[in-house]
């Protein structure tokens, strides 16, 4: 399984966002899509997730200025970032977590990947 981010870049405090993740690869399904963050010296924390029924989970922080949407028809997630703040600067990376495929088209061994990371940094 391979994701693919894009969408990074620099923004003014206040100015709006857009990170995208795209999976390709063999597997038998996605159950869970997400977006994480880390900066230098810091663990990498979750910033938002979506299920394959649509069910989201935010970080406080991010909360009602973040959006995540996934179209599990193009396995793809897009985080929709607004009111971004100087403490949003990271390396956002998209994660996946779901199924290989098994015999007979069942689910195999799960899987968690992640993609390569994009750097988003906000100037105050």
């Known amino acids: 399984v391979q994701l693919q981010a894009s969408g990074g870049g620099l923004v003014q405090a206040g100015g709006s966002l857009r990170l995208s993740c795209a999976a390709s690869g063999s597997y038998r399904r996605i159950t869970m899509m997400g977006w994480y963050r880390q900066t230098p010296g810091k663990q990498r924390e979750l910033v938002a997730q979506?299920?394959?029924?649509?069910?989201?989970n935010y970080a406080a922080s991010v909360k009602d200025r973040f959006t995540i949407t996934r179209d599990s028809a193009k396995n793809t997630v897009d985080l929709n970032m607004n009111s971004l703040k100087p403490e949003d600067d990271a390396v956002y990376y998209c994660n996946a977590v779901g199924f290989l495929i098994g015999k007979g088209w069942s689910d195999g061994r799960n899987f968690n990947y992640w993609g390569q990371g994009t750097l988003v940094t906000v100037s105050s």
């Open positions: 979506i299920s394959s029924e649509g069910n989201t």
